[in-house]
């Protein structure tokens, strides 16, 4: 009988011991387990970066396909083979609008690299494809696996290759300014053309993405996978999961319209003057003008590219609009205007589990561009009455006699009274042992 109590006293105290989650902060959210040589994917990608940026394609080629900093590849991301994400929720939307692509995302990669569109375009497409698509959908895949298997392993995984290793470790929230260059990265450098910062435009301040991703969602799911048994199958974990991948599309949208704008010859910005040439045309003309129009159509069909196939699923003419105006295999960029690309965007919105609000306006120095205002999101249906479901509490994962007495607590006081909780039981323990 003693030696069950025992048993049973020392996993509670080890249950309760914050030395299970003291693994280094992804900015601020912190794993449960140890995702740190995940997280060094990014170390490859700044290696792909310096290589492109030297115009060094065939080394930038190199590390996608050999680098050594994270656990895989960036190409053995892009190439999961024919089952292993084949039932998550996105990446067969994915494979299917790309003609059954499985390996989707490293044959855009590879295909820019062997293509042959100017290097000013392959750079671009290699950088974004590999970011953009490749470390997108395996993040997506992650949380996916976290929810379906109620695994924290892999939900923090996802959080890992969202975030990256080079973001560090943010102790202080306002310290949010990106110092990497995954997802968390584009989510600060949209929200300063968008205004969706949270003071503004300034990205020295926390993307209302980030915020989103990190301090509810991801925090939330990683709490119920790791309380398990019921809590697996809670509505929650479920609702955490779309959240996150709707959240993490916004700036690809935001980048979509961006270079839809920057590609219009109407507008006058980087293609100014090159309406009715196709892309080997618009960048000789580019050594002349210099207007980069190459680099800037190529971006945003990058950017169309990664969330195409989710807009396809809601609404086949709108993807079939921005596709005809951004693809850069077209006679010219942007042929309908932005106005066109920008309508379609905007009629999935609900679809994609965004709203105007979440995207904001393209602008500069507080100024939007001629066209580019925030949409106006549809007035909310009035609200049904439905059971609670609020964030679970301490006392709820640790089964009060009155748990819904108790106040919700944060990460920090749920861990200080963590520490509490454990050094009794730990003294208990040790009472035993004595």
Known sequence: ????????????????????????????????????????????????????TADDLAGAMAKYQGGTNGVQTLASLSKPGATSMASDKWWPVYKDYWNNGY??????????YTGSLPDAMRKELIKKGIAYQGVWMYAAHSFDVGRSQCSTNDWDKGMAHYVGSMEGQTSVPADVASTGNLLYNLAQKRCADFGTCATGADSSTLANVNDRILNEHSTLGRD???????????????????????????????????????????????CAGQAGNDAATVATNDATNSKDCAKSWAEGWAFSAAVLPQIAQCDAAAATTIRDNLDVEAAEP???GVAAVK??????????????????????????????DACADP??????????TPR???????????????????????????????????????????
């Open 224 to 270: 119920l996978t790791i309380h398990g048994g019921t809590y697996c199958d809670d509505a929650r974990l479920a609702a955490s999961f779309h959240s996150i991948v709707s959240q993490m599309t916004v700036p690809l949208v935001q980048g979509l319209l961006k270079y839809a704008w920057k590609a219009d010859p109407v507008n006058g910005d980087s």
């Open 1 to 52: 009988m003693m030696g069950r109590t025992f048993r049973a006293v020392l996993a509670c105290a080890l249950a309760a011991s914050p030395a299970l989650g003291s693994y280094p902060l992804l900015t601020t959210y912190r794993p449960e387990t140890n995702v740190e040589a995940d997280a060094r994917i990014d170390l490859d990608m700044e290696e792909i970066l310096a290589e492109l």
């Open 343 to 372: 309508t379609a965007v905007e009629s999935v919105y609900a679809c994609l589990g965004i709203t105007c609000a979440d995207v904001g306006e393209f602008q500069a120095s507080g100024i939007v561009y001629s066209g580019m």
């Open 103 to 112: 390996d989707y995302a490293d044959a855009f990669v590879e295909g820019a």
């Open 379 to 388: 007035p909310a249906p009035a609200p049904t009455p439905s059971p609670q």
């Open 392 to 434: 679970p509490t301490f006392c709820e994962f640790s089964n009060c006699a009155d748990s819904n007495s108790a106040v919700p607590m944060s990460d920090a006081a749920a861990r200080r009274a963590g520490e509490v909780a454990g050094a009794a039981l730990a003294g208990a323990a040790l009472a035993f042992i004595a």
């Open 334 to 336: 942007m042929k309908d």
